[in-house]
């Protein structure tokens, strides 16, 4: 165990090795443009045609392996295995959109079709080449679960510049991808094309699986483009940010697991980086102060004590009774109400409180119904809970109470 | 068509002919609740909870790993639920990272586990191994009728038929609970039916229907048979009870077919080495799917339906 | 001048009832007795302590702008959507208990059209607890069903696919659907959405007729010229309720402007045939 971490501490450093290190900084960059390109698809809810694509890739490996064959020529030859499973992936990928379109049947039931039947026939293409190559061991297993080990220098450049290719086309389309992500309609008003860039990203998402073929396998390549997304939602609100995150997580997971990968060289390398894009998203998942669990667990808690705490209040000055037990609770813990359910003066005071702030929204409300409010977005963050005082400047808060007066004096009752 | 075929051919025909009609059933309600990729999660964890199972148990009998697998396809579906909704993601993207992440630590332990011993390896967990499940003890035609022979029976065909029988039953059973409940959530839950264990419900026999589906054709093929019947179903007729028998129909069609094809056909070319039958079996049920779409009589959408869409 | 620090109600100490002591509600066995129901998708609510009572008999109009949680409001007072706080009475009975006397329309556009339904299968999932579990439809049910088909004026469509049906056609499925539940409170959200001019009266009729027979209707409606005419009560909401009563005395001029704020027009306040 000892000699394996060595080994991964090495390969971190890029020091186990040339083929190693291109192999991990090929994983890298594969991971950065799958995570980028990913986001974007993310963000498009599509996320699963890319499991379609990159299950169609398996007849293309194949057909290209028989064909390169019957050429006379190897059949191992990367290039010419990758080129035949890029055709068959685009296939794939046409047909689930032709089924969506043209007939009844859903996106999700296309995808499963075209993922399964795809992989079937591609099962049935590697039986023939198994008993094809009587014996001589064709190697096409590893496509299913990628394997760096034993690697040539020649797959290990192919796939470190094919994976620089896909990271510079992310940064390249990133300014289009924010667009079209975030806001179609607009993009569409700026002059992006969204059919174009959707098929751009596709086109990208279907190199990233062809890349990753050899390095993750067809079967869980689709987790490099959905797992840092999904991990790198949970930090950020911002479309730009998302896309930088899910390509740094997508990057680390290659990087990471790729030198574990060639410290332990027994295993697949695909689920190995899977597993490490995983535990960047468990991490993100639990520990993100935005969106994370803890602080969803917390924020919720809270939230339900301010509605319920509001609610009391006003039911308070309405002098209304309070049934709810979860009320009387949260009030009785302010120490805005006794234990035998009489207001306290701090009780009175806060439902004064909240009767004013209702009453100053209400104003506010009604300036802008006679469209005399000089910025009626602040309204848009009326939720019956939040303070006047934290959308509205002093001024006016001041202007809105002139106003309440003077509606008070032309109508002393008050009703309750 | 004699005794060969009987002791070769007979119980890989009749376990892949009811393992087809086990899964299509469920997938019928999976397809109209547009929920045909649970089909493809539940199947992708199948092999994790085997694994995990074996471990435990140390052995690879039946039992113990149908329930290692549902327990898996169960703690997914949870996942599922529980990062969708912590997390606000869209189900898709949440379906795509459990099923990957379970997948991926099955095939590690797997691969780090000395199995040596065992029938077990990914291979096998990927496309199936139909062609195995053969009938030793059988002679001929006759040794359907003789107990000692029938003794000897591949133990998936008894599973298999159970499983089989069971999900007629539960669709059956459940048939108006899972129709509102699919067609009208909101409108189920104010007449009282409980969606969420209906939906639930579901789950669990999908569950049920891959991890017995998984040995004959492995975890991935198995997601044609959810999808392809049902879907070439749903093309052919707008009256749900028909739709159900067109897939049964279907999912009949596609194994044996698909059998025969595999083990039958290189050899009607010249070629002597049978193919995968599971591989093959698939492919048939996407052929069907293929041409339903194109001359389905109910392959496009109409009316309303279709203006919405 | 600044504001009374004391609100209104605020001179005498106030008695508060103690937790899960439901005198407020046990007493009324009206229909839809709602108190103090708030609802919240994700942290914003969408409908805000809302106190609403419906009289046996009575047809009301739930009335508000866009997002201002008129469905939430059923939704939450079915129970389909999760409560954050508040409490329901139907006939004095918690919901789960008065479940059979509730008939509930839901949007139109929320259900996949494309579904391999016909027009009466949709009809007899009116009849789902009347058939029981684990039990099919037999004659007598179908019958109802055609009945109740018969009333919306859709008998002739039975057998067809609920795809082929246009928007105000499958409005009239819903209903039917309802009718076959058999009910004494029908609550029904935007059955005037899309639908053509024949089947809007066709609907009125059907639901004046349910009126007549003393059954409680309430709507969500959207349609502020036609409130007037086909309801004698409303119930103004946005987020909170606005206004509630008698057509003649909540749907006036200053409770709509109240409830829409800018984004209705003076002229068109004036528009409408008013009270008061």
Known sequence: MAAEVGLFLDALALRAGYNSALVAVGAALLGIAAGGSGAFIFLR??????????????????????????????????????????????????????????????????????????????????????????????????????ATAGMLLSEAYTIAAAGLVAALIVLAMRRQMTLVAFDPDYAATQGVDIRRTDLTMMALALIVTVIGLKVVGLILIVALLIIPPAAARFWTDRVDRLIALAALFGGLAGYIGAALSSAFAALPTGPIIVLVAFALFLASLLGSPLRGVLAAALNGLSFRRRVHRRQGLLALARGEAIYDGFTLAVLRQAGLIRRDGVATLAGRA????????????????????????????????????????????????????RRLARLEAARPEVSG | ????????????????????????????????????????????????????????TGTITAWPMMLGAAGAAIIAVGLIELIRRLGRIEPGAAMGVVFTTLFAAGVLILEMTDTSGVHLDVEHALHGNLESLVWFDATGWGSLLDGQALAGLPPQVLRLAVV??????????????????????VFARSMGIATRAVGFALVVATAVAAVAAFDAVGSIIVIAMFICPPAAARLMTNHLPH??????????????????????????????????????????????????????????????????? | MALPLDGPGLQEPVLIARAGDLVGLGGSDSPLLVRGLTVSYGRKPAVFSVDAEMPAGSMTAIIGPNGAGKSTLLKGALGIVPR?????????????????????????????????????????MGLYREIGPLRFAGRRHRQTALACLERVGMADFAMRQIGQLSGGQQQRVFLARALAQNA?????????????????????????????????????????????????RVLLINLRKVAEGPVGEAFTAEALQATYGGRLSRDHIEDLALAG
């Open chain 3, 184 to 232: 004494d409170l029908y609550l029904l959200d935007e059955p005037f959405a899309g639908v053509d001019a024949a089947t809007e009266r066709a609907i009125v009729g059907v639901l004046q007729a349910l009126k007549d027979d003393r059954k409680t209707v309430v709507c969500v409606h959207h349609d502020l010229s036609t409130v007037t005419d086909y309801f004698d």
């Open chain 3, 84 to 124: 954050l706080s508040g409490e329901i009475r139907v006939f004095g009975q918690p919901f789960a208990a008065a479940r059979h006397r509730v008939a509930y329309v839901p949007q139109r556009a929320g259900v996949d059209w494309d579904f391999p339904a016909r027009v009466i299968d949709v009809v007899l």
């Open chain 1, 350 to 401: 806060a439902a004064a409180a909240a009767v004013r702030d209702e009453a100053r929204w209400d104003a506010a409300h009604d300036l802008a119904a006679h469209n005399l409010a000089e910025d009626e977005r602040v309204l848009e963050r009326y939720d019956g809970l939040t303070p006047i005082e934290e959308v509205m400047t002093a001024d006016q808060i001041a202007e809105l109470d």
């Open chain 2, 243 to 309: 739709q159900v028998l067109w897939s049964v129909v279907f999912a009949v069609l596609s194994a044996v077919l698909g059998y025969v094809l595999a083990g039958y056909g290189p050899g009607w070319i010249g070629h002597s080495h049978a193919v995968s039958a599971a591989g093959m079996i698939a492919t048939v049920s996407g052929a069907i799917l293929a041409l339903a779409c194109l001359f389905g009589p109910e392959r496009r959408r109409t009316g309303q339906a279709a203006e919405g869409a």
């Open chain 2, 164 to 185: 089989t029988a069971a999900m007629a039953l539960f669709i059956v059973l459940l048939w108006r609970e899972l129709t509102i409940a699919t067609f009208d959530t």
């Open chain 1, 45 to 146: 809810k599509r996320a699963l045609v890319s499991d379609a694509v990159s299950h169609a890739t398996l007849p293309g490996v194949g057909l290209a392996f028989i064909a390169m064959v019957a050429l006379g020529g190897d059949g191992r030859w990367l290039p010419g295995l990758l080129i035949g499973s890029a055709l068959s992936a685009a296939i794939g990928l046409v047909i689930v959109e032709w089924m969506a379109r043209a007939t009844r049947l859903s996106e999700d039931a296309a995808i499963g079709a075209v993922l399964s039947v795809f992989f079937g026939l591609g099962i049935v293409l590697l039986t023939i080449i198994q008993t094809l190559s009587s014996g001589r061991q064709a190697g096409l297993e590893s496509f299913l679960l990628g």
């Open chain 2, 1 to 56: 068509m004699g005794a060969d075929f009987v002791q070769l051919s007979l119980t890989p025909i009749v376990i892949g002919t009811l393992a087809c009609i086990a899964c299509a059933l469920p997938g019928n309600f999976l397809l109209l609740r547009r929920q045909a990729l649970i089909g493809d999660a539940i199947s992708h964890v199948v092999l994790p909870g085997i694994v995990v199972a074996f471990l435990i």
